[in-house]
């Protein structure tokens, strides 16, 4: 993948890249810290980023399976603890995460966990 060059011209028809062989220096005097800046997902594992939120939606789709289930076979009120304890805790297990694999499993854990917080306080409301 290639990226445009500073301080060129990209309106003409010709455009100067630069590969990204040794990585990407961030500008963090603009922004906080990003997903894209903590992980360095740039160049080649910009994928990443969507894969992120694809399996964070699969986290919802379990939540919403699972804590329809447990909520039917044992209670409401212990099924909007567990899935608040699993919100808590993976939440910031996700703000704190050291690494990308970590991020990703805290954050799918979360989503169920925040899925079956909204469906059994529907329910129990």
């Given at each position: 993948?290639?990226?445009?060059?500073?301080?060129?011209?990209?309106?003409?028809?010709?455009?100067?890249?630069?590969?990204?062989?040794?990585?990407?220096?961030?500008?963090?005097?603009?922004?906080?810290?990003?997903?894209?800046?903590?992980?360095?997902?740039?160049?080649?594992?910009?994928?990443?980023?969507?894969?992120?939120?694809?399996?964070?939606?699969i986290?919802?789709?379990?939540?919403?399976?699972?804590?329809?289930?447990?909520?039917?076979?044992y209670?409401?009120?212990?099924?909007?603890?567990?899935?608040?304890?699993?919100?808590?805790?993976?939440g910031?297990g996700?703000?704190?995460?050291?690494?990308?694999?970590?991020?990703?499993?805290?954050?799918?854990?979360?989503?169920?966990?925040?899925?079956?917080?909204?469906?059994?306080?529907?329910?129990?409301?």
């Amino acid at each position: 993948m290639a990226y445009f060059s500073e301080n060129t011209n990209q309106s003409g028809p010709r455009y100067d890249f630069m590969s990204c062989d040794q990585g990407w220096v961030h500008d963090r005097a603009l922004s906080a810290y990003t997903l894209t800046q903590s992980f360095d997902l740039v160049c080649g594992r910009k994928y990443l980023i969507n894969l992120s939120q694809s399996i964070f939606f699969i986290g919802v789709l379990i939540g919403s399976v699972l804590f329809g289930a447990i909520a039917d076979r044992y209670g409401r009120k212990i099924t909007l603890i567990i899935s608040n304890v699993l919100v808590v805790v993976f939440g910031v297990g996700a703000a704190f995460s050291p690494n990308y694999i970590t991020f990703v499993v805290a954050r799918t854990f979360h989503a169920a966990g925040c899925y079956g917080m909204i469906n059994v306080s529907h329910l129990i409301g």
